[in-house]
């Protein structure tokens, strides 16, 4: 089962009013296990960047209407490439069908689905997407469901998350859905495919292999219940299924 974990930083908050992408990271999941291979990509907005969202992100300060050198760390957007000459490029590195990981997806998919059909590419089904933000508030009724919160009650250290950053978010989502789905692995959990921990393939667990019981555990049924149960058998004719296990 392949599941790809998505993320994306964008300008504002409505592709509709002239906020573009400027960010997209994702990493791709094996059952459930990180495959090793991530897609990442910075891209040209076609516009300014306003103050709130370089606060948010820290990408692509607008050195046009506030000309200063760039700082460290900091992405300066108007050397990366438009959306339109990576579309294709992400567009295969999901798939048709992979199962899409997103925190609060309606958000996400908006802007993906806007920026594809401004360039006359397919959409992405919605129906592709997998929420993890209804699935945290149905998890946890009444908690705060923002991902530094999942990232704080499930104990996942996201002490590098100092702005927002699609790839990071991508990596410390893939953990929070593991945990929203039924729990992690320690010794598995975002170990790339083919890799195992030292705990893994050492001691004595290694060599450990189920065997027969030497003797059948005595039945815990009644001898009366035992009759009663043969006798509804009974009534059941020749064919009844239980008479092939006698």
Request: a negative charge; charged letters at 30%.
């Amino acid at each position: 089962m392949r599941e790809i974990v998505l993320d994306t930083e964008t300008t504002g908050f409505d592709p509709f009013s002239g906020d573009r992408l400027v960010e997209i990271g994702a990493i791709e999941l094996e059952n459930h296990m990180p495959s090793g291979r991530t897609y990442h990509q910075y891209i040209h907005p076609d516009r300014d960047m306003p103050d709130e969202a370089f606060g948010v992100h820290g990408i692509g300060p607008d050195l046009l209407r506030n000309p200063r050198p760039p700082k460290d760390g900091e992405v300066i957007l108007k050397d990366k490439p438009f959306f339109r000459e990576v579309a294709r490029a992400f567009l295969d590195f999901i798939g048709t069908d992979s199962r899409l990981i997103i925190h609060n997806a309606a958000f996400d998919m908006k802007f993906l689905n806007a920026e594809l059909k401004w360039i006359g590419l397919p959409e992405i089904a919605y129906e592709r997407a997998i929420d993890t933000l209804p699935m945290a508030r149905k998890k946890f009724p009444g908690a705060p469901a923002t991902l530094d919160a999942l990232c704080r009650r499930f104990g996942i250290d996201n002490s590098s998350r100092t702005l927002h950053g699609a790839l990071l978010d991508s990596e410390i989502l893939a953990e929070v859905y593991l945990e929203l789905i039924g729990g992690r692995q320690p010794d598995l959990v975002l170990a790339p495919v083919g890799k195992k921990s030292a705990s893994a393939t050492t001691g004595p667990q290694e060599a450990w292999r189920p065997t027969r019981r030497p003797a059948p555990l005595p039945p815990r049924i009644t001898d009366e219940e035992a009759a009663a149960h043969a006798a509804f058998v009974e009534q059941l004719g020749d064919g009844a299924l239980w008479k092939k296990f006698d």
